[in-house]
């Protein structure tokens, strides 16, 4: 179960589908349930999204315990949102399985003329805490599917992972992802 936190010190935004934007700002915590294909198998991922409020901080160690992946958002914004991702990560650390695959995404790349945090940051930040990457806009869509993805492929490689089988390498997949000329495009 992949779950979405972003930090209360951005405006609520959301991952998972452009559409679902009214929906969201509307409910405080959403659960959704997102089907991807990859390599030809579905996979079912089941999205639980706070937003990083802090009224659900106390619930938050639950849904790390039982998360197989978790997509860590932040605001590029919004500095206080960047700044509070190593605090995101040592709970996440703290309390969610060790084996829990982990994202980091820059969000609201579509609106680069208020950035005030620089995409080097945020991968000098993921190098650091060894995750993969990437700037998204949820508003455009920009890289969101890929997001997820990147994610399903993982937890696909990771549930039917053969002895004789090359590993799957996600950081390597969402980089080579980027550099693709139809991805990261605003659409």
């Known amino acids: 179960m992949p ?3 972003q930090d209360s010190a951005g405006r609520r935004s959301q991952a998972a589908s452009p559409a679902l934007s009214t929906h969201l700002s509307l409910c405080p915590s959403l659960f959704q349930n997102k089907v991807v294909t990859v390599d030809g198998v579905r996979v079912k991922l089941q999205i639980w999204d706070t ?6 901080r106390s619930v938050t160690h639950a849904y790390y315990r039982d998360a197989q992946a978790l997509l860590l958002l932040y605001d590029i914004t919004n500095k206080s949102s960047f700044d509070n991702i190593r605090a995101w990560l040592t709970e996440i650390h703290e309390y969610a399985q060790r084996d829990v695959v982990i994202m980091l995404l820059g969000n609201k790349a579509d609106v680069s003329s208020e950035r005030v945090i620089r995409s080097e940051d945020g991968e000098m930040l993921a190098r650091e805490y060894g995750v993969p990457f990437m700037e998204t806009s949820a508003k455009t869509g920009m890289n969101v599917e890929l997001a997820f993805l990147a994610i399903a492929k ?3 490689y990771r549930a039917g992972q053969q002895a004789d089988e090359p590993s799957f390498q996600i950081r390597d997949y969402v980089e080579s992802q ?3 000329p139809s991805c990261c495009s605003f659409l």
Do not use: N
């Open 51 to 56: 937003a990083g409020q802090e009224r659900f």
């Open 154 to 156: 993982e937890l696909k």
């Open 178 to 180: 980027k550099k693709r």
């Open 3 to 5: 779950a979405a936190v």
